[in-house]
């Protein structure tokens, strides 16, 4: 069953990657945050960081919205979830507009805001360039059916008469209207790789979110943004979905949830509270002992830049070893996975880790495997049954190098991605399964079946699931191209 609900909401998507959107939508959220808005933050696409950042300024959870890992049907579930108690919905797009991953377009921005019948703001970069955004924002217009287009805001302005060409060319080349403009903004912005580094490790968040702030204070009015998104039509989204059965009822799960390990859908913590599973938060760089646990989960994030105060704290790395010699369940995810290693190694020194795996990691200053993922099970194992297709995503500078005279199982064959090395994925020893593929629990049940497989030792299944109401657990058709 679906019910039809009025949600004031924004697509806010670009012409290209880079163009600054996660910087607008961050501004964005909070400004209207100050206003006394409750705003829901959505990221699409498999992005952690990003989706950090928004969920620190927006002071919510930010849920990702996926074509290509979720159906629609699921990403409208999500998107539900989201929004609930909300005042409005602000979902940050990314690469261009109408980027996916074939010809057509499959799993684009334009594809998700179709879905979410969601009107678009178009951020323009305006470096060294200005009639031709009308000309650009046009062709965005007329390029595929039902994607609405409702306002631009131009960035990295030079100067006034810089934006008023801008300006005066796309109203009157397009009709659509130039809702603001900003300009460079010249203080320092805390970037690694490909986007920013997560709001965790930056010290001075706080800092340069009052700084970002009053950059968009004087330069936007956030009114006709606030009007669009409530102009937005009504939407049917499915209803909420049963309780499941606490089958999990006094489990302790740990999760370790540091400046080293900070990637986590919210669904996949959700998912094992709905279950009735205790989730113990823990600190790998300061906790001094692993508490008594039933398994323990360690999702990515960035452990190279941690990992001289990780191999200090010797009582918990020894702790997780002999909890993985005895055979607790142990799920580990890219930076998870490099935290069971031996060692790791980046910028030209070494640093000792866990030791579960015979693995030693050295950080590449390019990615080594960026993109979604299709595995296939080979091999049984604690966690999923042989035959298994899983479908992620993977985001690691890291390659591993296994041991000399020593043995380990790798029981995925990567069908599209890299893992380990192009071929193969998924280090099995005992109970202990890590991983380079993220799974997203709204997207398949199986994470969560091999969650409860490893911990009861048997198959069970699950048909739906309604995710705890707790704060703190941090098809549509193919549109027409003209």
């Not at 108690?85 to 334009?110: K, P």
């Not at 980046?346 to 579960?356: F, V």
């Amino acid at each position: 069953m679906k019910e039809s609900l009025r949600v004031p909401r924004l697509v806010i998507a670009a012409q290209k990657g880079g163009a600054g959107k996660t910087l607008f939508t961050l501004g964005l959220i909070r400004i209207l945050t100050r206003r006394g808005l409750r705003v829901a933050p959505f990221k699409k696409g498999p992005d952690y960081i990003d989706a950090g950042w928004l969920s620190r300024v927006a002071g919510l959870p930010c849920r990702n919205l996926d074509p290509f890992l979720m159906s629609p049907e699921q990403i409208l579930k999500v998107f539900r979830r989201g929004i609930a108690g909300a005042d409005v919905a602000v979902v940050e797009g990314n690469r261009g507009l109408f980027d996916g991953v074939d010809l057509e377009g499959s799993c684009s921005t334009a594809r998700l805001a179709r879905l979410l019948r969601a009107p678009v703001i178009l951020l323009l970069d305006c470096t060294k360039v200005t009639r031709s955004l009308a000309a650009l924002v046009r062709g965005f217009q007329a390029f595929e059916e039902g994607v609405e287009i409702r306002g631009v805001i131009l960035n990295r302005v030079a100067r006034p008469r810089h934006e008023n060409i801008i300006t005066r060319s796309i109203e009157h080349y397009t009709g659509v209207r130039v809702l603001g403009s900003l300009p460079r903004i010249r203080f320092p912005f805390p970037e690694r790789h490909l986007g920013l580094v997560p709001w965790q490790e930056y010290q001075a968040t706080e800092e340069f979110l009052e700084v970002l702030e009053g950059v968009f204070l004087e330069h936007l009015d956030s009114d006709p943004l606030i009007e669009i998104a409530r102009q937005a039509p009504e939407i049917k989204l499915p209803e909420e979905e049963r309780d499941l059965p606490s089958i999990l009822s006094g489990v302790r799960i740990g999760v370790i949830r540091d400046r080293a390990f900070q990637f986590y859908y919210p669904e996949n913590l959700e998912i094992l509270e709905a279950l009735g599973a205790k989730l113990i938060f823990l600190d790998a760089l300061r906790d001094p002992r692993l508490p008594s646990l039933e398994a323990l989960y360690i999702g990515g994030g960035f452990p190279e830049t941690q990992a001289e105060a990780l191999g200090e704290n010797r009582s918990f790395l020894q702790d997780v070893r002999e909890a993985g010699e005895g055979g607790l369940p142990i799920y580990a995810e890219c930076g998870g996975l490099i935290y069971l290693g031996q060692t790791v190694s980046w910028k030209g020194r070494t640093y000792p880790l866990c030791g579960l795996l015979p693995l030693d990691f050295e950080i590449k200053p390019h990615p080594v495997g960026h993109g979604y993922t299709v595995v296939r099970v080979k091999e049984e194992n604690p966690f999923y049954p042989a035959g298994t297709v899983l479908q992620g995503h993977e985001f690691h500078y890291s390659l591993p190098r296994l041991r000399e005279g020593r043995e380990l199982r790798l029981v995925l064959e990567v069908e599209r991605g890299f893992g380990f090395d192009g071929k193969r994925d998924g280090a099995v020893y005992k109970r202990v399964f890590g991983t380079y593929t993220h799974l997203h629990a709204a997207s398949t049940f199986l994470w969560v079946e091999g969650m409860l497989r490893a911990i009861h030792g048997e198959e069970v299944v699950l048909k739906g699931w309604k995710p705890s109401p707790s704060p703190e657990g941090w098809a549509d058709p193919m549109p027409k191209t003209k």
